[in-house]
Nanobody, 125 residues
Framework: VQLQASGGGLVQAGGSLRLSCAAS????????MGWFRQAPGKEREFVAA????????RYADSVKGRFAISRDKAKNTVHLQMNSLKPEDTAVYYC???????????????????WGQGTQVTVSS
């Protein structure tokens, strides 16, 4: 599986950005897709995940109610809509994939086998 992330940028606090991650492969529905982020000097942390079964999603507490993950099955793409952005959301964002036919969504980086390149999100105050 190859992942290609896009959509980062610079935005003022309170603004919105939409990240996208295009995945190769023909069994996209059997993969859990996740987003992680890593700020300078900090460990990579879980942001959100979505499985290919029934549209289930999972979010970190810090982004609940502000971020929304969605999957476009026809385009093998996962999106992360980020609203009400805060300066503390500034980080490099990574998309990840994990082969999980049963749809169990992990929250640790080690739960995911495939990673895209990061995309920088900077939120100014």
């Amino acid at each position: 599986v190859q992942l290609q992330a896009s959509g980062g940028g610079l935005v003022q606090a309170g603004g919105s950005l939409r990240l996208s991650c295009a995945a190769s492969g023909r069994t996209f529905s059997r993969y859990v897709m996740g987003w992680f982020r890593q700020a300078p000097g900090k460990e990579r942390e879980f942001v959100a995940a979505a499985n290919g079964i029934g549209g289930a999603t999972r979010y970190a507490d810090s982004v609940k109610g502000r971020f929304a993950i969605s999957r476009d099955k026809a385009k093998n793409t996962v999106h992360l809509q980020m609203n009400s952005l805060k300066p503390e959301d500034t980080a490099v964002y990574y998309c990840a994939a994990d082969y999980r036919p049963l749809g169990i969504m992990g929250t640790r980086p080690n739960d995911y086998d495939y990673w895209g390149q990061g995309t920088q999100v900077t939120v100014s105050s």
